[in-house]
């Protein structure tokens, strides 16, 4: 079974077209990236760290790469919130291109 629409039925989302649904993705790597990326960087760069214990430039790396895969998987569990609200903003804007009527059909409508 597909993730998305074991997440849909639990959420009792309705099934999305493939261009929403590519919308709600972005918007949800968008809060990801932006949001929760900035937030963990910023927790990885406090003063909170010993003098000891610490990995060395392995261990920044690594923890670059781990704050990434947390970052994306925290944008997309974030139904309901600010992934949401980005995606009805970005779902009227669609909307709002798709309804605006082309040159070509003026000048249709014209004739």
């Known amino acids: 079974m ?4 074991t997440t849909n039925a ?12 590519d919308l709600r993705e972005k ?31 392995g261990e920044e790396i690594f923890n670059a790469q781990l704050d990434q895969v947390l970052a994306e998987r925290m944008g997309k569990a ?3 919130g600010l992934a949401d609200s980005i995606y009805q903003s970005m779902k009227k804007q669609q909307e ?8 070509d059909k ?3 409508n014209l004739r």
């Open 78 to 80: 974030t139904h309901g």
């Open 106 to 108: 003026v000048l249709e």
């Open 96 to 103: 709002a291109v798709n309804s605006t009527p082309t040159t």
């Open 27 to 57: 918007a949800e790597q968008l809060v990801g990236n932006v949001f929760y990326g900035t937030l963990l960087k910023a927790m990885r760069e406090s003063s909170l760290q010993g003098k000891y214990g610490h990995g060395g430039r």
């Open 10 to 21: 639990m959420t009792n989302m309705p099934e999305l077209s493939p261009q929403l649904q």
């Open 2 to 5: 597909d993730i998305m629409m």
